[in-house]
């Protein structure tokens, strides 16, 4: 089993409308999360940070499930900008899940 | 700032070649990772520097990869020699500490 795993999609939702998506993690000894975006040939870019707390960024919502050893990442109200794929990343190891790409149509 | 720069930008070589990719990161930063991206296996952790000392070099794949860092604001992936199966997208990112926080464009690779 992968350290870090994502449905790799893709999410197909028209404007508007909340998705989220899940990354399980496979080592209770992760502490760390976080979510990234990558547009098509272009860098990842770090997205926000993952709290068991909640972490909430405008119309971003990250979460933290430890007893089922998953984070998530909500959007709300999604826009055409926000076509990209999102990977989860955990600092046990320094690694990216595979991703998850969304695309947002008309 | 001009953020992290990474060169080149593409690189076409044939197999046996000897590659050597360059990093810049953002001034200040004092950790540096390495990453190759794939569509079969995604993003990968080469090495990871700290003040400039290879912390976690677990992910780099064979003799063939070495990475240095000689100072703060440079530091070399040298692939020696190169393979068809490296072929890939070569990331450097810096950040002041884990998670990598910003990414240079990256270097397309293509060995032929």
């Known amino acids: 089993r992968k350290e870090v795993e994502q449905d790799p999609g893709p999410f197909n939702v028209p404007e508007g409308a909340t998705v989220a998506f899940n990354c399980t993690y496979s080592?209770?000894?992760?502490?760390?999360f976080f979510w990234y975006r990558q547009d098509c040939r272009k860098e990842p870019k770090l997205l926000m940070s993952?709290?068991?707390s909640g972490n909430e960024d405008g119309r971003f919502t990250a979460q933290l499930n430890r007893a089922s050893q998953y984070i998530s990442l909500l959007i709300r109200d999604s826009k055409l900008s926000d076509s990209a794929t999102y990977l989860c990343?955990?600092?046990?190891?320094?690694?990216f899940g595979s991703g998850t790409r969304l695309l947002v149509r008309p | 700032d001009a953020g992290v720069i990474q060169s080149p930008r593409h690189e076409v070589t044939e197999m046996g070649q000897e590659v050597t990719l360059r990093c810049k990161p953002i001034?200040?930063?004092?950790?540096l990772f390495w990453y190759r991206q794939t569509m079969m296996r995604g993003l990968e952790l080469l090495i990871y520097?700290?003040?400039?000392?290879?912390?976690?070099d677990s992910g780099m794949p064979e003799d063939r990869f070495s990475a240095k860092m000689p100072n703060a604001s440079f530091s070399t992936l040298k692939i020696q020699p190169s393979e068809p199966r490296d072929s890939a997208v070569y990331f450097c990112?810096?950040?002041?500490?884990?998670?990598?926080?910003?990414f240079g464009p990256g270097t397309r690779l293509t060995v032929t």
């Open positions: 990112a810096s950040s002041f500490a884990d998670p990598p926080q910003y």
């Open positions: 080592n209770s000894a992760s502490q760390s």
């Open positions: 993952v709290y068991s």
């Open positions: 990343y955990s600092s046990y190891k320094l690694i």
């Open positions: 001034s200040g930063h004092n950790s």
């Open positions: 520097f700290n003040n400039n000392v290879p912390i976690d």
